[in-house]
């Protein structure tokens, strides 16, 4: 079992940065991989990054250059750092870790306007 919290969401205007964190419940280490994903009104839930226990990271098209993923492990903590907002980032973002199951967060939302 895996209890993730998510915190850092809130109202941003566009070219505007937000650094999300996701706190874990038991040592990240031992987690195969962790992830942020998002979903916006109307549309399908969606990988955003991820990284795994061995450090390799993903990131969709969408947010290439413009969003970093890293880890603390002292904290047991994961982060999403998300530059040069737009107004399409806006969305509901879940923290995702995957360790036999998915476990997820309950979720931060992100609202990119001006």
């Known amino acids: 079992q895996v209890q993730l919290v998510e915190s850092g969401g809130g109202l941003v205007q566009p070219g505007g940065s937000l650094r999300l964190s996701c706190a874990a419940s038991?040592?990240?280490?031992?987690?195969?991989?962790m992830g942020w994903y998002r979903q916006a009104p109307g549309k399908e839930r969606e990988l955003v990054a991820r990284?795994?226990?061995?450090?390799?990271?993903n990131y969709a098209d969408s947010v290439k250059g413009r969003f970093t993923i890293s880890r603390d492990y002292a904290k047991n903590t994961v982060y999403l750092q998300m530059n040069n907002l737009k107004p399409e980032d806006t969305a509901v973002y879940y923290c995702n870790a995957e360790h036999t199951y998915k476990f997820w967060g309950q979720g931060t939302q992100v609202t990119v306007s001006s």
């Open positions: 038991r040592s990240i280490s031992s987690i195969d991989a």
């Open positions: 990284i795994t226990s061995g450090g390799s990271t």
